[in-house]
DNA sequence: CATGTCTGCCCC
DNA sequence: ATTCTGC
DNA sequence: GCAGAATGGGCAGACATG
């Protein structure tokens, strides 16, 4: 027996009026308990709106989406603005919208609801159609689908199509729900999926073949397992505290989270997110296979970008590496790498990941040679490991991982057993110079705010015509100001609400979505690093910025200026690696 | 062929 | 990635 | 304390467009 798409719609609608985690997780229950074992691996995906890595690559985007909206309805941009500011949202935008300009249809009046089987082979074709004209031959599969189905499909496939449901229900509620429906104890729905990667087919696999099966699921090579995630601590001395008194530190290395398989003379590399990367690091590959001495194994590590003789480079670095596929061989010539290893997960057919996290180190050091291992320091003094930060610091590196020494490997967001404490930079004064309304439920906010440096610059460093908002921002100002970063974290809700009464007063020009304000709200920014940027036009943005607090008692003429930024840039690498920067 | 746009359970 | 909020 | 939502800069690749 087949489930309705609607029928799962109408599900997501429930989901998104009910507040309450436990009730909402009741209703997916019995959603589930009914349907097919065919389907119940849909159901979890299309509730999710999540597919497995590796299942799907749609490739469609909010842009390709817009365009859709745009034609099946053939209302104008202003249009589609209006209805999509009373929301934030852009499948209900688009049910809204079909709903007083439904699409033209092929309907024929025997035409039965989709199935959820049926509209999974929808989601499998758009992912199918590759290389010239590929993005025609979607857009049209996408169109000729929306065209069938009601308002209320279209808002819940729209929403799939982008992945997000913003009704409050996500894999950890769908976790909960699965363990529920099926009489199986939550941890174990939580390992088989951390193992599988495919909470869809966990509970497939419930539905065919009950409890006792999932049992059997276990951590395997060459399938990758989620990582497990870290909390964040203030100094040191709080990460010792709150591991009782004693811990194990190592170095935070700023690079790519990576998982290696072996098993023989095969090597896989995998991402945090569990994608394949094998191929962008070929020395990688060759290092593990003659430098550690096991068959086969798991483990876990950071590789980060160095010069030739292993000095840190910036992030940025590596990335240029990552998924890299044309000019390798010239790439690794520019750019090496390094791997530290601080786990291991699987060792010649033992799975580790239930033990602690000491035997766990203590084996890794028995089969990998002692450079390829993060430095490492077990104390109980809060002096001697404030004095180790201080020295991951001055070695180019983020900062610090404490892990508690009795910890088992825990997948996700649960029992943070790991604390990372990363160096603390000076802060910036900067004036927002543009505000842009956020979505979803902050929808009616002006929540996302562009943060500019005082330029003393009579020119602009970069002559250019203005390409980007950033850049025709600045123009208005007559570069009085350069953007160096956007952000729309650190203020709480209340704080941005009474902010966007004030910048709405300040308003020099509409942009879409977009303000342009009049240079007045000064706020303290912090950040983890200093980028160099190829989009901003002074060649420097902030990573990660957030706001620490408005600041009342500063006017525009005493913020920080772009020399200032420069100068923080320029400090950053020096005691490591700024020869190589030059360029 | 060069340049621009879009996308990524991208990486952080 | 970071941050805030509701349960 | 967990889970979820809302968003940042920058990178390469794939495809579109001129």
Redesign the pocket.
């Known amino acids: 027996m087949s489930t309705h798409f609607i029928e799962l719609c109408k599900l997501c609608e429930q989901l998104e009026k009910e507040?309450?985690?436990?009730l909402k997780v009741n209703i997916v229950v019995d959603f589930l308990r009914k349907i097919s074992s065919e389907e119940v691996k849909f159901a979890v995906y299309f509730i999710?709106g999540?597919?497995?890595?590796?299942?799907l690559?749609?490739?469609?985007?909010?842009?390709?989406?817009y365009?859709i909206i745009k034609k099946l309805s053939n209302i104008s941009d202003n249009q589609y603005l209006t209805e999509y500011n009373k929301t934030?949202?852009m499948g209900e935008t688009a049910k809204k919208i079909f709903e007083i300009y439904p699409p033209k249809t092929q309907k024929t009046f025997f035409e039965q609801p989709s199935t959820l089987t049926e509209v999974y082979e929808i989601f499998q074709k758009i992912a199918e159609?590759?290389?010239?004209?590929?993005?025609?031959?979607k857009q049209r599969l996408i169109e000729s689908f929306l065209s069938k189905i009601t308002p209320l499909e279209v808002k819940y496939f729209i929403k799939n199509l982008?992945?997000?449901?913003?009704?409050?229900?996500?894999?950890?509620?769908?976790?909960?729900a699965v363990a529920k429906a099926f009489n199986v104890e939550l941890e174990k729905v939580?390992l088989a999926s951390m193992v599988t990667?495919d909470?869809g087919k966990v509970c497939e696999f419930l539905k065919i073949f009950g409890k006792d099966g999932i049992e059997k699921i276990s951590l395997t090579v060459f399938q990758p397992i989620?990582p497990m995630?870290a909390?964040?601590a203030k100094n040191p001395a709080e990460a010792l505290i709150r591991h009782g008194g004693k811990t194990s530190f190592e170095f935070k290395l700023?690079?790519?989270?990576?998982q290696i398989h072996k098993k023989n003379s095969n090597v896989k590399i995998f991402?945090?997110?569990?994608?394949e990367?094998t191929e962008a690091f070929p020395e990688i590959v060759e290092k593990i296979k003659h430098e550690i001495k096991a068959d086969s194994f798991v483990v876990e590590g950071?590789i980060i970008p160095t010069t030739k003789n292993g000095k840190p480079l910036p992030?940025?670095?590596i990335?240029?590496?990552?998924?890299?596929?044309?000019?390798?061989e010239k790439?690794i010539k520019n750019i090496a790498t390094t791997l530290y290893l601080f786990d291991l997960l699987y060792l010649d057919g033992e799975v580790l990941i239930g033990k602690p996290f000491y035997e766990r180190r203590k084996k890794l050091e028995e089969i990998a040679p002692n450079q390829m291992l993060t430095p490492q320091l077990i104390t109980s003094n809060p002096v001697e490991a404030e004095k180790f930060f201080e020295e991951a610091i001055k070695n180019g590196h983020?900062g610090l991982v404490a892990k508690q020494l009795e910890s088992a490997y825990t997948p996700?967001?649960?029992?943070?057993k790991w604390l990372?404490i990363?160096k603390v930079l000076e802060t910036l004064d900067l004036v927002i110079l543009a505000a842009?309304?956020?979505?979803?439920?902050?929808?009616d906010?002006l929540?996302?705010y562009?943060l500019a440096a005082k330029n003393l610059e009579v020119k602009p460093i970069f002559e250019k015509d203005y390409?980007s908002f950033?850049d025709y921002v600045e123009k208005i100002h007559n570069d009085r100001f350069k953007?160096v970063?956007?952000?729309?974290?650190?203020?709480?809700?209340?704080?941005i609400k009474t902010l966007t009464g004030k910048l709405k007063n300040l308003i020099l020009e509409k942009h879409g979505r977009a303000v342009i304000l009049k240079p007045k709200i000064v706020v303290e920014v912090?950040y983890?690093e200093i980028?160099?940027?190829?989009?901003?036009s002074c060649g420097?943005?902030?990573?990660?910025?957030?706001i620490v607090r408005i600041r009342e008692d500063k006017t525009i003429d005493e913020i920080d200026t772009t020399e200032k930024v420069k100068e923080i840039f320029e400090k950053q690498f020096k005691t490591t690696t700024s020869n190589f920067l030059e360029r």
């Open positions: 507040a309450s985690r436990n999710t999540k597919f497995p890595s590796n299942l690559t749609l490739n469609v985007g909010y842009s390709t989406i365009q934030g949202d159609f590759t290389g010239e004209s590929s993005r025609v031959k982008i992945g997000e449901m913003r009704h409050g229900f996500s894999e950890g509620l769908m976790e909960e939580r990667g909470l989620k995630l909390d964040l700023d690079g790519v989270r990576i991402s945090r997110r569990l994608k990367v950071e992030f940025q670095y990335m240029r590496r990552y998924g890299r596929v044309k000019n390798l790439t983020e996700g967001i649960r029992g943070k990372k990363k842009e309304y956020g979505h979803g439920y902050r929808h906010w929540s996302d562009y390409v950033a953007v970063g956007k952000t729309f974290k650190g203020l709480t809700d209340e704080e912090a983890s980028q160099k940027s190829p989009l901003y420097y943005a902030l990573r990660f910025a957030r």
